[in-house]
């Protein structure tokens, strides 16, 4: 730097001005506006220094990479394009080593006869900043100096795959493993830990090291804003655990985490709702505990039939969107199951038939209702247990004296034809629910007469017994008389 040496940027750039002054060649000076590199946490300008490094080779395997990744599923599909944009963006190959204390050292010795770099043999963790090297250099010395510089972090945390599928340390596991089912993770590091994993997992085994990637968006600040340490507007996991509990964080991550689209805002009072949705669930659970399980011979009714085809509807619908790792569609189907067909509608109207205090319901038909009560609640607590697994545990393991995890995930009966559709099941209830909160009656109060579509008359026994109807008409048009 001659005459420069020795001083800060800043103060290099003051003595060249002054310099330039005493020689008279300072033609003129102002301020201008320009980009400039700065650094992302500390926002101090960052100056770059040419230094040698090792690198590996990647501009020349890009075309491979893309190729190899063509036989990887990415979940949801459009995150694939992420990948493909970074490995197209590629220009240089990729710098390994770094001058930092902590992390993986670069186990090559520099020869001070020749200078030539000495890799040591391969199988043992080397540190050449304290240890000698192991091997004499080829022109026969033995004097060497240890590498001082460590590798870039994701250069060996690619290899996490391999670490798992036991690679050159047990040929039978790994030929019967690999590849590794599933990389979850979030969209954020697939430029590195994705793109790095499937590059140097390549380079040793020439294979796609996954089946499938699913890739997370992330949970922005309430106003939507990218939470960030130096902006402030962190919210901490910790105190939302410790104010509404991890399970109903996880139901409201599924809830709003929708792999279709992108990142979603942290909502306080959505996750309270989420722990509404689990008060529900503890209740719904607590009032079929409180009967036994049916014994002797089972009549299912309509109503049943009904209910038990609707939890196969959501049987089938959540199979399948589990196997995309699609926990959202799955959530908010279950929540509104729980909540509305099962709770609101059904437990509604067949209540009268569990308890079966006027005995207007045979032993069967009660049995009937009991069965189907439990019919759905192992169900739902099965549906729902890959999303909140400890209170689904739980409740499983008071009722069942089984760990719910050790279940078969549930596969749901044939399909059942049913007269009524569930919007025309639950806007008939709620049309008479109504009529008596119009008149300021409670919803236990006598309907002295109606008159319903035929397709309800399966259920006949279960409205008349719900609603208090004392006549019961068929006709194309819906009336009723309070
Ligand atoms: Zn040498």
Same mark, same amino acid.
């Given at each position: ?45 960052? +100056? ?30 459009? #995150? ?86 036991? @690679? ?6 790994? &030929? ?65 655990? +410790? ?23 942290? #909502?306080? +009072? ?6 509404? &949705? ?43 969107? @589990?196997?995309? @790792? ?16 099962? &709770? ?85 209830? #709620? ?34 017994? &719900? ?6 008409? @068929? ?8």
């Amino acid at each position: 730097a001659g005459f420069l040496k020795g001083l800060k940027i800043a103060e290099a750039r003051q003595k060249m001005i002054e310099l330039l002054k005493e020689n008279n060649l300072l033609v003129s000076q102002k301020q201008v506006i320009h980009r400039t590199p700065i650094c992302e946490r500390s926002k101090d300008p960052i +100056e770059f220094i040419n230094m040698k490094e090792f690198y590996l080779k990647q501009v020349e395997f890009k075309e491979k990479i893309l190729e190899i990744s063509e036989k990887i599923n990415f979940f949801a599909p459009e #995150s694939r394009q992420i990948f493909v944009d970074w490995v197209n963006s590629i220009t240089i190959d990729w710098p390994i080593s770094r001058r930092r204390y902590y992390a993986t050292e670069v186990p090559v010795w520099h020869c001070k006869k020749c200078n030539e770099i000495i890799v040591p043999p391969k199988g043992k963790y080397y540190r050449p900043w304290r240890e000698k090297c192991p091997v004499k250099c080829k022109c026969g010395s033995t004097e060497a100096e240890g590498d001082i510089r460590v590798f870039d972090t994701w250069f060996d945390s690619s290899i996490s795959p391999l670490y798992i599928l036991k @690679y050159e340390r047990d040929k039978e596991f790994f &030929a019967k493993n690999s590849r590794c089912s599933l990389r979850p993770q979030g969209k954020e590091i697939i430029r590195t830990w994705l793109y790095y994993t499937i590059f140097k997992c390549y380079l040793l085994t020439g294979k796609p090291i996954f089946k499938d990637v699913w890739i997370n968006h992330h949970i922005l600040d309430e106003k939507g804003a990218k939470m960030s340490k130096s902006v402030g507007n962190v919210i901490d996991p910790h105190e939302l655990l +410790e104010k509404y509990g991890a399970e109903p964080f996880r139901l409201w991550c599924a809830i709003e985490g929708n792999l279709d689209s992108q990142d979603f805002r942290c #909502s306080y +009072e959505r996750i309270e709702g989420a722990g509404k &949705a689990l008060t529900k669930l503890w209740n719904v659970a607590r009032f079929v505990s409180m009967f036994p399980k049916p014994e002797g011979n089972i009549n299912l009714m309509e109503l049943d039939r009904w209910i038990i085809n609707e939890m196969n509807k959501l049987i089938n619908e959540a199979r399948i969107k @589990y196997e995309k @790792y699609d926990f959202h569609n799955p959530a908010i189907a279950l929540k509104h199951f729980l909540f509305e067909t099962f &709770a609101s509608h059904y437990l509604e109207l067949v209540k009268g038939r569990v308890y079966n205090d006027n005995k207007k319901f045979s032993k069967e038909e009660q049995n009937g209702a009991l069965y189907t009560l439990n019919y759905c609640l192992e169900n739902i607590l099965k549906l729902f247990a890959p999303i909140i697994p400890f209170i689904t545990y739980k409740i499983y393991k008071d009722l069942e004296g089984k760990d719910i995890h050790r279940e078969e995930f549930p596969k749901a009966g044939e399909k059942i034809e049913i007269q009524f559709t569930e919007e025309e099941l639950t806007e008939l209830n #709620s049309a008479i629910w109504k009529t008596k909160k119009e008149k300021g009656l409670s919803l236990k109060a006598e309907v002295k007469e109606i008159t319903l579509d035929k397709k309800f008359k399966g259920i006949e026994k279960d409205l008349i017994e &719900a609603h208090s109807i004392k006549k019961i008409n @068929y006709g194309e048009k819906f009336s009723i008389v309070i």
